[in-house]
């Protein structure tokens, strides 16, 4: 894996041709970088392999900043192939393609074998081996640049427009073959195109930039024909895009209708659309309506199995009587579709696709909802036991109090009987109070009042007959007192 991380690079003109770059490529994948002339998409490039450095951020390769690692040894490890070919124009095919095991000191049997062994890979006949590049098409050097990057069997493969100066038809050819070769070294490329369809067809992953040197996005194809992330994107990736989205829809749910088979064009005897096939049920072509006994060519057939919605529109738009012609994987005939089926089939998945997106968001709000209920729960949980903690330090509280007031009650108490036992220790001590001689005014004795008895009667009251405010009274209830305290 290597990885981008903030890049940037300025040239010494104070051209920003990399701004904040952040990408990871996978190891043993196809990356692809796309975007406008101009856009950082070389830059970036040389930088992976040490050409040029970043002015700042870092870039590691398994983790391993590309600093710490020697420039040599990283070329070694990965191959170059140079945006418009870039071969010694006085060295030759094999020369060129040996050149990186030459700078290895391979001996000269296992480079040369080598080499011979990369031409046949990437397509090109052995007869031009000994030609210099000048002698050769834009296309045929652009695949010695492409031997000449795998020659020393690096683990990464560094791609700079390989195909650019290839026609269409010999392009797509090339992709094949190209595809091919991953399918058997499996190396980790990354590889640049201004070609939108050559990075879908070719990327597991597309970056694309923008002028600046910004990351506009980065996706599987897929994703950046489903979701661009902007108009930008939007319109790199193309208007046709949803056509180009059938490119990853299978072909496997399409209704396959009967048509009459004949082995022999002119038996055909209707109007109806009739397929000639060969003893094995293999479709050969269409019988001719306007011309008796001839057939029409049969143009593409697709496999359900293996084949995707594009191929299926394809052969059914390439079909002289408009119906798309599905084959086994043996070959023989598996039945017809048209292409209006297939845009209703198309139609239906993407209805599905959108229900399945609606769902997922749908899905993603519930979970969003869930998260703010158990957040929700949590600080509700979270008062309660706070309330709770509250409620407690108040119960001890409570009871600290009770304690206190009960001690403090003891306390009053003991005061109290001290009290009460001192008051009657000095009860005690005392002496009974003298009794009260009421004033003389209040109780006053008129002998003038009292019946003439005879003088004994002041004798009496002279032996102190008891009167109100007796001492008698105040004697025993003095006793009453000192027995109760006792
Ligand atoms: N040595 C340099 N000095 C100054 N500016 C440079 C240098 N090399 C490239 N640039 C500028 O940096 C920017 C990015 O260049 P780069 O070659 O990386 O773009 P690109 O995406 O590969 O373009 P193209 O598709 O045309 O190959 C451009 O504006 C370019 O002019
Ligand atoms: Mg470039």
């Given at each position: 894996?290597?990885?981008?991380?903030?890049?940037?690079?300025?040239?010494?003109?104070?051209?920003?041709?990399?701004?904040?770059?952040?990408?990871?490529?996978?190891?043993?994948?196809?990356?692809?970088?796309?975007?406008?002339?101009?856009?950082?998409?070389?830059?970036?490039?040389?930088?992976?392999?040490?050409?040029?450095?970043?002015?700042?951020?870092?870039?590691?390769?398994?983790?391993?900043p590309?600093?710490?690692?020697?420039?040599?040894?990283?070329?070694?490890?990965?191959?170059?192939?140079?945006?418009?070919?870039?071969?010694?124009?006085?060295?030759?095919?094999?020369?060129?393609?040996?050149?990186?095991?030459h700078?290895?000191?391979?001996?000269?049997?296992?480079?040369?074998?080598?080499?011979?062994?990369?031409?046949?890979?990437?397509?090109?006949?052995?007869?031009?081996?000994?030609?210099?590049p000048?002698?050769?098409?834009?296309?045929?050097?652009?695949?010695?640049?492409?031997?000449?990057?795998?020659a020393?069997?690096?683990?990464?493969?560094?791609?700079?427009?390989?195909?650019?100066?290839?026609?269409?038809?010999?392009?797509a050819?090339?992709?094949?073959?190209?595809?091919?070769?991953?399918?058997?070294?499996?190396k980790?490329?990354?590889?640049?195109?201004?070609?939108?369809?050559?990075?879908?067809?070719?990327?597991?992953?597309?970056?694309?930039?923008?002028?600046?040197?910004?990351?506009?996005?980065?996706?599987?194809?897929?994703?950046?024909?489903?979701?661009?992330?902007?108009?930008?994107?939007?319109?790199?990736v193309?208007?046709?895009?949803?056509?180009?989205?059938?490119?990853?829809?299978?072909?496997?749910?399409?209704?396959?209708?009967?048509?009459?088979?004949?082995?022999?064009?002119?038996?055909?005897?209707t109007?109806?659309?009739?397929?000639?096939?060969?003893?094995?049920?293999?479709?050969?072509?269409?019988?001719?309506?306007?011309?008796?006994?001839?057939?029409q060519?049969?143009?593409?057939?697709?496999?359900?199995?293996?084949?995707?919605?594009?191929?299926?529109?394809?052969?059914?738009?390439?079909?002289?009587?408009?119906?798309?012609?599905?084959?086994?994987?043996?070959?023989?005939?598996?039945?017809?579709?048209?292409?209006?089926?297939?845009?209703?089939?198309?139609?239906?998945?993407?209805?599905?696709?959108?229900?399945?997106?609606?769902?997922?968001?749908?899905?993603?709000?519930?979970?969003?909802?869930?998260?703010?209920?158990?957040?929700?729960?949590?600080?509700?949980?979270?008062?309660?036991?706070?309330?709770?903690a509250?409620?407690?330090?108040?119960?001890?509280?409570a009871?600290?109090?009770?304690?206190a007031?009960?001690?403090?009650?003891?306390?009053?108490?003991?005061?109290?009987?001290?009290?009460?036992?001192?008051?009657?220790?000095?009860?005690?001590?005392?002496?009974?109070?003298?009794?009260?001689?009421?004033?003389?005014?209040?109780?006053?004795?008129?002998?003038?009042?009292?019946?003439?008895?005879?003088?004994?009667d002041?004798?009496?009251?002279?032996?102190?007959?008891?009167?109100?405010?007796?001492?008698?009274?105040?004697?025993?209830?003095?006793?009453?007192?000192?027995?109760?305290?006792?």
């Amino acid at each position: 894996m290597i990885e981008f991380k903030s890049v940037t690079k300025t040239y010494r003109d104070g051209t920003t041709a990399v701004h904040d770059l952040s990408l990871v490529i996978p190891s043993d994948k196809i990356t692809v970088i796309v975007g406008p002339s101009g856009c950082g998409k070389t830059t970036t490039l040389r930088m992976i392999n040490r050409m040029l450095e970043p002015t700042s951020g870092q870039i590691t390769w398994d983790r391993n900043p590309l600093r710490n690692i020697r420039k040599t040894q990283l070329r070694r490890e990965m191959g170059y192939v140079i945006q418009s070919g870039g071969l010694f124009p006085h060295r030759t095919v094999l020369e060129n393609i040996q050149t990186v095991p030459h700078l290895l000191g391979w001996k000269k049997d296992r480079s040369q074998g080598r080499a011979e062994e990369l031409l046949a890979m990437v397509g090109l006949e052995s007869r031009l081996a000994n030609r210099y590049p000048s002698q050769l098409s834009g296309g045929q050097q652009q695949r010695v640049g492409v031997a000449r990057a795998l020659a020393a069997d690096p683990r990464v493969l560094l791609m700079d427009e390989p195909f650019s100066a290839v026609d269409p038809v010999v392009r797509a050819d090339l992709h094949e073959q190209f595809l091919e070769i991953q399918r058997q070294v499996g190396k980790t490329i990354v590889m640049i195109t201004h070609d939108i369809d050559e990075a879908i067809k070719l990327g597991d992953q597309i970056a694309i930039m923008r002028v600046g040197g910004v990351l506009a996005q980065v996706g599987s194809p897929q994703q950046l024909l489903e979701e661009p992330v902007d108009d930008f994107v939007a319109g790199f990736v193309g208007k046709d895009r949803g056509y180009r989205g059938l490119s990853f829809t299978s072909a496997s749910g399409l209704p396959l209708g009967s048509v009459q088979l004949v082995r022999d064009a002119a038996s055909a005897r209707t109007d109806a659309p009739v397929l000639v096939v060969d003893e094995n049920a293999n479709p050969l072509g269409w019988a001719d309506r306007t011309r008796p006994g001839q057939v029409q060519m049969l143009g593409t057939t697709f496999e359900p199995d293996t084949d995707t919605m594009r191929m299926a529109l394809d052969s059914a738009l390439n079909s002289p009587v408009g119906l798309a012609v599905a084959v086994a994987q043996n070959g023989r005939f598996a039945g017809v579709v048209t292409a209006s089926q297939i845009l209703d089939q198309v139609r239906h998945l993407k209805a599905s696709v959108a229900d399945a997106i609606a769902a997922r968001a749908e899905a993603d709000a519930a979970r969003v909802e869930a998260e703010a209920a158990r957040k929700e729960a949590e600080s509700v949980r979270q008062e309660a036991s706070r309330i709770a903690a509250d409620a407690d330090a108040e119960a001890d509280e409570a009871a600290r109090i009770e304690a206190a007031i009960k001690a403090a009650e003891e306390k009053e108490e003991q005061a109290r009987s001290a009290e009460q036992a001192a008051a009657a220790k000095e009860a005690a001590t005392t002496p009974a109070p003298t009794p009260t001689v009421e004033p003389e005014q209040e109780w006053t004795w008129d002998p003038a009042a009292e019946p003439k008895v005879g003088r004994t009667d002041a004798g009496d009251a002279e032996t102190g007959d008891p009167r109100p405010g007796d001492s008698t009274a105040g004697d025993s209830n003095a006793g009453d007192a000192e027995s109760h305290y006792r």
